[in-house]
């Protein structure tokens, strides 16, 4: 059973830039489809990016597309998002999520980290 644990959140002003990780345990992104979803308080959970196994292929949702970067580094068994050019609009908790389906919705994924809050500041 992997076990997911960000880190990275906090409060950054509009404009700015945050790195969130996802740090995988009792097993490797290499064999999931790895997700950031994000929620925002009495909003559903909403997608945000996702990769291949591989990690070749990458997705993300229309709002983020150009401005967020989801990677990975094998060697730490991590994987990250890098968010530029934050909205206020985009304050919420991330989650990392791992699954077998190229789907973008949350009941794909199977695991899921305990997330990580993100402050977007006006």
């Known amino acids: 059973q992997v076990q997911l644990v960000e880190s990275g959140g906090g409060l950054v002003q509009a404009g700015g830039s945050l790195r969130l990780s996802c740090a995988a345990s009792?097993?490797?992104?290499?064999?999931?489809?790895t997700g950031w979803f994000r929620q925002a308080p009495g909003k559903e959970r909403e997608y945000v990016a996702r990769?291949?196994?591989?990690?070749?292929?990458?997705s993300y949702a229309d709002s983020v597309k150009g401005r967020f970067i989801i990677s990975r580094d094998n060697a730490k068994n991590t994987v990250y998002l890098q968010m530029n050019s934050l909205k206020p609009e985009e304050t919420a908790v991330y989650y990392c999520?791992?699954?077998?389906?190229?789907?973008?919705?949350?009941?794909?994924?199977?695991?899921w980290g305990q997330g990580t809050q993100v402050t977007v500041s006006s």
């Open positions: 999520a791992v699954g077998v389906a190229w789907r973008t919705v949350p009941s794909a994924y199977r695991n």
């Open positions: 009792g097993g490797t992104f290499s064999n999931y489809v």
């Open positions: 990769m291949s196994q591989s990690g070749g292929v990458t």
